[in-house]
């Protein structure tokens, strides 16, 4: 099964980097940093990059953001695990969760605004590399993530992924 938001990214990004040849500008993704956030969010100050497509951008006074397509949430979490004999997970389940995200400050801002707004403070284990590392440290039981629909695409023995309903967008 294919979901739909990466292509929709790889798309735009070919788009403009068709409409960059000849104008002196340059299309180039960026992947695999930390701070690739606050990379992508100085260029665009610095006049470096006149476009950026990110999963998560913070709120930004100088910076105008557009969504392009919204992706479901999931939860992955340890296929022995209570909560994965759940066909929906309700977010309001999680209050008693450790969850792990990914290093970059928005997944974490993401995570703890998505949390608060069903009303509880989430417990944070520390954040790791990235959102495939997060997946990956769930088998060891102690911790649950929540993950892109896109991650659906990445098998992880002992991993399964369950939709998350929120009651808010």
């Known amino acids: 099964q294919?979901?739909?938001a990466p292509a929709i990214v790889a798309h735009q990004v070919e788009r403009h980097r068709r409409l960059a040849v000849g104008r002196g500008a340059?299309?180039?993704e960026?992947?695999?940093q930390c701070d690739v956030v606050q990379v992508k969010a100085g260029a665009l100050r610095q006049g470096r990059v006149q476009i950026v497509f990110e999963r998560w951008l913070p709120d930004e006074p100088d910076i105008c953001g557009v969504a392009l397509t919204r992706e479901p949430l999931f939860l992955a979490l340890p296929e022995r695990h209570p909560l994965a004999q759940r066909e929906v997970v309700e977010l309001e389940a999680l209050q008693?969760?450790?969850?792990?995200?990914?290093?970059a400050p928005n997944l974490?801002?993401?995570?703890?605004?998505?949390?608060?707004?069903?009303?509880?403070?989430p417990r944070l284990a520390p954040p790791v590399h990235?959102?495939?590392t997060a997946t990956l440290s769930v088998i060891t039981g102690r911790v649950v993530s929540m993950v892109p629909e896109s991650m659906l695409n990445v098998h992880f023995p002992g991993i399964t992924y369950r939709p998350l309903k929120s009651r808010v967008e």
């Open 130 to 132: 990235d959102v495939v």
């Open 30 to 32: 960026h992947a695999g």
């Open 108 to 121: 974490i801002a993401g995570a703890l605004e998505i949390c608060r707004s069903h009303g509880f403070e």
């Open 2 to 4: 294919q979901h739909a």
């Open 96 to 103: 008693g969760e450790t969850l792990i995200t990914g290093a």
């Open 26 to 28: 340059d299309a180039r």
